[in-house]
Protein backbone atom coordinates (compact mmCIF):
# COMPACT_ATOMS: atom_id res chain seq x y z
CA UNK A 1 0.00 0.00 0.00
CA UNK A 2 3.16 2.60 0.61
CA UNK A 3 2.33 5.79 -1.05
CA UNK A 4 2.81 9.19 -1.58
CA UNK A 5 0.71 12.39 -1.67
CA UNK A 6 1.35 15.77 -2.21
CA UNK A 7 -0.87 18.69 0.02
CA UNK A 8 -0.98 22.00 -1.10
CA UNK A 9 -0.04 24.02 1.94
CA UNK A 10 0.90 27.22 3.44
CA UNK A 11 1.90 25.92 7.22
CA UNK A 12 2.31 21.85 6.48
CA UNK A 13 -1.01 21.21 8.77
CA UNK A 14 -4.28 22.92 6.38
CA UNK A 15 -4.74 22.30 3.21
CA UNK A 16 -4.95 26.04 2.27
CA UNK A 17 -3.66 26.57 -1.31
CA UNK A 18 -5.19 26.46 -4.46
CA UNK A 19 -3.07 24.17 -6.80
CA UNK A 20 -2.03 26.52 -8.88
CA UNK A 21 -0.65 28.90 -6.45
CA UNK A 22 0.73 26.82 -4.24
CA UNK A 23 4.41 27.10 -4.47
CA UNK A 24 4.94 24.41 -1.88
CA UNK A 25 3.83 20.92 -1.69
CA UNK A 26 4.42 18.44 1.41
CA UNK A 27 5.03 15.25 0.93
CA UNK A 28 3.05 12.79 2.98
CA UNK A 29 4.36 8.94 2.68
CA UNK A 30 1.86 6.30 3.45
CA UNK A 31 3.08 3.52 5.10
CA UNK A 32 2.29 0.00 4.21
CA UNK A 33 0.52 -0.37 7.81
CA UNK A 34 -1.40 2.94 7.27
CA UNK A 35 0.92 4.89 9.67
CA UNK A 36 2.07 8.18 7.68
CA UNK A 37 4.23 10.90 8.48
CA UNK A 38 5.21 14.45 6.43
CA UNK A 39 8.52 12.92 4.09
CA UNK A 40 9.58 16.07 2.97
CA UNK A 41 8.64 19.72 1.65
CA UNK A 42 8.99 20.26 -2.12
CA UNK A 43 8.83 23.89 -4.16
CA UNK A 44 7.86 24.84 -6.66
CA UNK A 45 7.22 27.55 -8.95
CA UNK A 46 3.93 28.88 -8.48
CA UNK A 47 2.21 28.32 -12.27
CA UNK A 48 -0.66 30.96 -11.82
CA UNK A 49 0.18 34.61 -11.50
CA UNK A 50 -3.16 36.71 -11.47
CA UNK A 51 -5.30 34.69 -13.79
CA UNK A 52 -2.35 34.01 -16.20
CA UNK A 53 -0.74 30.53 -16.24
CA UNK A 54 2.32 29.63 -17.53
CA UNK A 55 2.34 26.59 -19.35
CA UNK A 56 5.98 25.83 -18.48
CA UNK A 57 5.34 25.99 -14.58
CA UNK A 58 2.89 24.22 -14.17
CA UNK A 59 4.46 21.10 -16.63
CA UNK A 60 7.20 21.32 -13.88
CA UNK A 61 5.23 21.64 -11.15
CA UNK A 62 3.37 18.27 -12.09
CA UNK A 63 6.56 17.15 -13.08
CA UNK A 64 7.98 17.40 -9.32
CA UNK A 65 4.72 15.80 -8.06
CA UNK A 66 4.85 12.76 -10.79
CA UNK A 67 5.92 10.14 -7.42
CA UNK A 68 2.55 10.87 -5.62
CA UNK A 69 -0.26 8.99 -6.45
CA UNK A 70 -2.96 11.50 -4.87
CA UNK A 71 -2.37 15.58 -4.83
CA UNK A 72 -4.59 17.54 -2.35
CA UNK A 73 -5.10 21.15 -3.15
CA UNK A 74 -7.84 23.67 -1.66
CA UNK A 75 -9.36 24.06 -5.27
CA UNK A 76 -7.50 22.56 -9.05
CA UNK A 77 -8.25 24.00 -11.75
CA UNK A 78 -9.33 21.66 -14.76
CA UNK A 79 -6.02 22.25 -16.91
CA UNK A 80 -4.05 21.16 -13.77
CA UNK A 81 -5.84 18.27 -13.17
CA UNK A 82 -6.16 17.30 -16.34
CA UNK A 83 -1.98 17.33 -16.42
CA UNK A 84 -2.09 15.73 -13.03
CA UNK A 85 -4.81 12.68 -14.09
CA UNK A 86 -2.12 12.28 -17.01
CA UNK A 87 0.81 11.03 -15.07
CA UNK A 88 -1.26 9.26 -12.88
CA UNK A 89 -1.71 11.16 -10.30
CA UNK A 90 -5.29 11.63 -8.86
CA UNK A 91 -5.94 15.38 -7.75
CA UNK A 92 -8.44 15.51 -5.15
CA UNK A 93 -10.22 19.20 -3.37
CA UNK A 94 -9.88 19.75 0.17
CA UNK A 95 -9.84 22.49 2.97
CA UNK A 96 -9.35 20.05 5.82
CA UNK A 97 -5.98 19.31 7.80
CA UNK A 98 -3.36 17.62 6.26
CA UNK A 99 -4.10 14.94 8.99
CA UNK A 100 -7.87 14.52 8.30
CA UNK A 101 -7.49 14.15 4.98
CA UNK A 102 -4.98 11.92 4.66
CA UNK A 103 -6.98 9.23 6.92
CA UNK A 104 -9.99 10.10 4.21
CA UNK A 105 -7.77 8.72 1.36
CA UNK A 106 -6.14 6.03 2.96
CA UNK A 107 -9.92 4.25 3.37
CA UNK A 108 -10.07 5.62 0.04
CA UNK A 109 -7.35 4.03 -1.16
CA UNK A 110 -7.97 0.89 0.52
CA UNK A 111 -11.71 0.25 -0.72
CA UNK A 112 -10.76 1.10 -4.24
CA UNK A 113 -8.01 -1.40 -4.28
CA UNK A 114 -10.02 -3.70 -2.35
CA UNK A 115 -7.61 -4.00 0.99
CA UNK A 116 -8.09 -5.14 4.26
CA UNK A 117 -7.58 -2.78 7.31
Do not use: W
Not at 28 to 49: H, L
Not at 101 to 109: G, H, L, S
Amino acid sequence: MAFLIAAASSNGKTIDRHFGHSDIFYIVAVKDDGSYEIKEKREVQSPCNHGSHDDNAMQQAVSTLTDCRYVLAEAVGRGAAAQLEVKGITPLESDESIDTAVKQIIVYDNRLHRRKK
